[in-house]
């Protein structure tokens, strides 16, 4: 759509400006501010340039936990993309059906991200879970408080559970929008189902699949509550995840230096990924308006 | 027409094995839930020294113990409140700055949009302890209203994101017979514009519940006690003498119980909802 300049349109702005920059710049200019300084307790701070920015930098800590929160990252998309698309082209199109779907696909969307962890902590527990009973059971060493590949596991499938629905039902919602012709049109071109999906279906929804990856990126990207719920970032350090070492950094051990310029690059980090999502997105939907 | 796209002898093989597909999909989603359930009606003995698969000795007591225990119920009159104070003050920031967006070009509106992005993508680990000491230095530490507006950090940019999606598809000619029939802004946005994008709020609305409500680490760093969640208050579970599992499932199903009403209530739109009106 081709908009007016109203240069006034700002004044519909300010409210949110004004909110934003309470609850957003305020405390990213102390976390600015914390970054350069140093103390030595009593509330005296000291000018110390950039030296918790080099510190970090040279810290193996901070490496080790990007690099695993990327192969996090990495991994759930790997799965929950391919994965939601599978389910949504397998769901019931209308009817009573499509509504039980949606309905039960949208349950774990809706509960608080700590009783995830818990779900999951119950469940794969040895002693009295579901899954952990039944690998007991069946024979296979499963114990995800000790062992490393166990842990990685049942936080990887725990992320899957959660969301596999949300990119499911944003691709199902894309596919919805697909007129009939264009389905009559491939039958009639007699296509094989992967080139309907290849050619149809896929450049469809690669709009809404955009906003899915993107949500579950940054989502987990920020990944805090859940694996701290069922592994507390263990064992030994295995699952500590980039939020849950600078909770621990900034609000265990009080190192504010540290744990502000650590903030500060994360947040650089998540910002320049967003970006680069977000101008393919934006391209992608100046082309569908064309 | 429908013929052409409904060939039965092709058509019912693939139905079956969609039925397959999302019925083990299904399955995969409701076991631990099941699972939880179920152990919120067995007594701790039960689940401690028996494996059972579902309730031999069926309890109500765990559900009893957290609803008559003030302590227990008001973690989720409090989440409550902080959620419906955050989803009031999204929408009325929120619903202007989408309509300027949507509607019209002025200076920096592109930065501008983006910028309110980044807030979503903010990690509130970085912001925990800003926002505690922030919070702490206005006196509004442990109050529901301090956490409503922390939660705005990332439901503002979001409700912005969402509305202006959906005010895009409602046509600029509405806005412009109304100016020239004498509507000023105010009356015109209020009685006319808002009620053709109410399904769009509705969505918006839904979205802010779920992510205010799922929300941990904020509401848990900036309350103590008078505006404690209740997903906080299940650490209580943890005792002396171990962790009490019936009550710990029991406060567990009870969270996931307001999300499924909103979710049933608004059942007819989520497909088109997750699209986030752009499609």
């Known amino acids: 759509m081709n908009k007016t300049v109203n240069q006034k349109a700002w004044f519909l702005i300010l409210p949110v400006l004004f909110l934003v920059a309470f609850s957003a710049v305020i405390p990213l200019m102390t976390v600015v501010n914390y970054s350069v300084q140093d103390t030595f307790g009593n509330n005296k701070f000291f000018w110390a340039g950039l030296e918790w920015f080099k510190e970090m930098l040279e810290s193996e800590r901070m490496w080790n936990a990007l690099g695993r929160q990327i192969t996090f990252s990495a991994i759930i998309l790997a799965i929950e993309i391919p994965l939601g698309i599978f389910v949504a082209l397998n769901m019931p199109k209308k009817g009573f059906w499509a509504s039980v779907c949606l309905v039960l696909m949208s349950l774990p969307l809706l509960i608080p991200w700590n009783v995830v962890g818990t779900i999951w902590q119950i469940f794969g527990r040895v002693d009295i879970g579901l899954l952990g009973y039944t690998l007991a059971a069946l024979g296979i060493d499963y114990n995800y408080t000790q062992d490393f590949y166990a842990a990685w596991i049942t936080v990887i499938v725990m992320d899957v559970w959660h969301w596999t629905s949300l990119v499911a039902l944003l691709a199902y919602a894309g596919l919805q929008s697909i007129p009939d012709a264009y389905y009559q049109a491939a039958k009639i071109d007699q296509a094989s189902r992967w080139k309907v999906f290849r050619f149809i279906e896929l450049p469809k929804i690669m709009g809404v699949l955009m906003i899915a990856i993107l949500l579950r990126f940054m989502d987990s990207f920020m990944i805090y509550t859940e694996p701290f719920v069922v592994t507390g970032g263990g064992p030994g350090n295995s699952t500590t995840f980039l939020s849950i070492d600078l909770v621990k950094m900034a609000l265990g051990q009080f190192d504010l230096g540290p744990a502000a310029a650590f903030s500060i690059m994360y947040y650089l980090v998540i910002l320049l990924v967003s970006y680069v999502f977000y101008t393919v997105m934006t391209n992608l939907d100046k082309r569908e308006g064309n | ?279």
């Open chain 2, 1 to 279: 027409m429908s013929e052409l796209t409904q060939s039965t002898t092709r058509g019912l093989p693939k139905v079956n094995g969609s039925a397959v597909v999302m019925g083990l999909y299904l399955l995969f989603l409701l076991l631990p839930i099941y699972w939880l359930v179920m152990m919120s009606l067995k007594t701790n003995s039960e689940i401690l020294n028996s494996f059972t698969l579902w309730p031999r000795d069926l309890t109500f007591d765990n559900y009893l113990t957290i609803l008559t225990d003030a302590s227990w119920y008001t973690g989720y009159l409090n989440s409550m409140a902080y959620v419906v104070m955050n989803m009031v003050i999204s929408l009325l920031v929120a619903l202007p700055a989408a309509y300027a967006f949507s509607r019209y070009s002025f200076m920096g509106d592109k930065h501008l949009f983006f910028w309110l992005l980044t807030n979503r993508m903010a990690p509130p680990a970085v912001f925990a302890l800003p926002f505690f000491q922030l919070y702490s230095s206005v006196g509004l530490f442990d109050t529901h209203i301090a956490v409503a507006l922390a939660h705005c950090l990332f439901n503002v940019p979001l409700a912005v994101w969402i509305l202006e999606g959906f005010m895009r598809g409602v046509p600029k000619e509405i806005d412009e017979t109304a100016y020239i029939d004498g509507y000023s802004f105010p009356r015109f946005f209020i009685g006319i514009f808002t009620p053709l994008v109410a399904s769009g709020i509705g969505v918006t609305a839904f979205f802010l519940f779920m992510f205010s409500w799922v929300e941990l680490l904020l509401s848990r760093t900036l309350t103590s006690v008078n505006a404690k969640p209740i997903a906080a208050t299940m650490t209580r579970t943890v005792g002396a003498a171990g962790i009490d599992w019936g009550v710990l499932a029991a406060a567990g199903v009870l969270t996931i119980v307001p999300g499924a009403l909103v979710i049933y209530f608004v059942r007819n739109y989520i497909a088109k909802g997750f699209a986030l009106g752009r499609v």
